[in-house]
């Protein structure tokens, strides 16, 4: 049988660890027939390590998504190895220590604007770059962690999240009229670097423990991979400006 990915050409964010989303949606993409190219930064070499872990090669490119040199090449790059792009996939998100973990209301404005432009700015910056390469439209798709909700410990990654949302949404407004959709993935929590790098994630955790309708594996990404996999494929082809939960249904849940 035939993927439901089979002739399209995906760039892939974000693997940094075998655990991560990024990774298990390289994972089935390949495995669902693309052909899949891969971003690192700030360490390409931990992503070639990792890359090596998937199905089918797959090339890695340097991108600084908060860099407009590296932006600029990343057109040139692609074509030269795939040709063009069906579907690019945003797994970037940043925020400095001293605006997660508690410390809101003392987060300097530093911090605060790292935050954005690596976690929600670059969703536009990453989309336009490649925009050129999905001459026949093509599909985006970006993670975010359900910013409806003020999250014990995740601080300023909140408004960041927030702001990745909207900017999701007026990127699906904009690019309609070239059949680009733009659509989020909203995954439970993962012990991913990501992650590992929120103080006290372990209280973020527990709210899923306690209250997820289906049972949560922090262990397993795959779940998220596959809800990527299935908006970068043709079975969503009037689907944009969404958000599409991945997280045992924890978002249902009124108490």
Known sequence: MSGILDGKRVLVTGVLMESSIAFHTAKVAQEQGAEV?????????????????????ARVIELDVT????????????????????????????????????????????????????????LKSLTTACLPLMEDGGSVVGLTFDAQFAWPQYDWMGPAKAALEATS????????????????????????????????????????????????????????????????SDFFPKTTGEIVHVDGGVHIMGA
Not at 201 to 220: I, N, Q
């Open 67 to 122: 860099n407009d040199e590296h932006l600029a090449r990343v057109e040139g790059v692609v074509r030269e190895e795939l040709g063009g792009l069906d579907g690019v996939v945003h797994s970037i998100g940043f925020a400095p220590q001293d605006a997660l973990g508690g410390n809101f209301l003392h987060t300097p404005f530093e911090s605060v604007s790292t935050a954005m432009h690596v976690s929600a700015f670059s």
């Open 169 to 232: 949404r007026y990127l699906a407004r904009d690019l309609g009229k070239r059949n680009v959709r733009c659509n989020l993935i909203s995954a439970g929590p993962l012990g991913s670097m990501a992650a590992k790098s929120i103080p006290g994630f372990g209280d973020l955790a527990k709210v899923w423990d306690e209250r997820s309708p289906l049972a949560w594996d922090m262990t397993d990404p795959e779940p998220a991979g596959r809800g990527v996999v299935a908006l970068l």
């Open 37 to 57: 190219i891969l971003t690192a930064f700030p360490r390409p070499t931990l992503t070639e390590r990792i890359a090596k872990k998937l199905p089918k090669p």
